[in-house]
């Protein structure tokens, strides 16, 4: 089974405008990490926003926001006010248990493409 | 920038031959990762170090090898490459912290095994 399901293979938004990019995961441990990544089309991954398990309030990090619903098992990334730098690959992530292994295990990926 | 280096930015090879990529860390990360992507497979967990030591391995294959040195960077080893190995590599580093313990990514090396 996937443990993290993006999806929206695409996305369209226009400038100015926000946007909601999926993510849903499958994990029966209690501690997790959630997390979003932003590849541009250079290829480098950057890290956008985190969201702990135990997190009562949802992330915020500028822009971005993570809409968390631990119930619905998913963490919906919104970014608001798009600009066209946002067009880029978009990772949904998650780190299960805190044990010795720490990976991360991504989703598929949704490209986001803003228009002018 | 993230703080995380990784030479060569792009390789190219034939099938059969073996390269080594090599990462280094945010100063003060004591843990190192190295993912794999490609187009059929995505973004895929190959193995990680802690402060000198194998901590966890995922999807790596035996011709895979990797260390982690004194001084913390890393290198991986990629031998008898074939076609299906060219991909980005990514190397991504961590303090290995409680709480969020982020992952932040170098830049990638692309290979390109012909």
């Known amino acids: 089974a996937q443990k993290i399901t993006q999806t929206q293979p695409g996305m369209f938004v226009q400038e100015k405008e926000a946007v909601t990019l999926d993510c849903t995961y499958d994990?029966?441990?209690?501690?997790?990490?959630l997390f979003w990544y932003k590849q541009p089309s250079s290829g480098e991954m950057i890290f956008l926003i985190y969201q702990g398990s135990y997190d009562q309030q949802n992330a915020t990090e500028g822009r971005y926001s993570l809409n968390f619903q631990k119930a619905r098992k998913s963490a919906n990334l919104v970014i608001s006010a798009s600009q066209l730098g946002d067009s880029a690959m978009y990772f949904c992530?998650?780190?299960?248990?805190?044990?010795?292994?720490?990976?991360?295990?991504f989703g598929s990926g949704t490209q986001l493409t803003v228009l002018p | 920038d993230s703080g995380v280096t990784q030479t060569p930015k792009h390789l190219i090879t034939a099938t059969g031959q073996r390269v080594t990529l090599r990462c280094s860390p945010r100063s003060g990360d004591l843990s190192v990762y190295w993912y794999q992507q490609s187009l059929d497979q995505g973004l895929q967990f190959l193995i990680q170090y802690y402060n000198g030591e194998e901590r966890a391995k995922g999807n790596i294959l035996e011709r895979f090898s990797a260390q982690q040195f004194p001084d913390l960077h890393s290198e991986l080893n990629l031998s008898s490459l074939e076609l299906g190995d060219s991909a980005l590599y990514f190397c991504?580093?961590?303090?290995?912290?409680?709480?969020?313990?982020?992952?932040?990514f170098g830049p990638g090396t692309r290979l390109t095994v012909l």
């Open positions: 994990t029966s441990d209690p501690s997790y990490g």
């Open positions: 991504a580093s961590s303090v290995e912290l409680r709480g969020a313990d982020t992952q932040y």
């Open positions: 992530a998650m780190r299960e248990s805190p044990g010795s292994a720490r990976q991360l295990t």
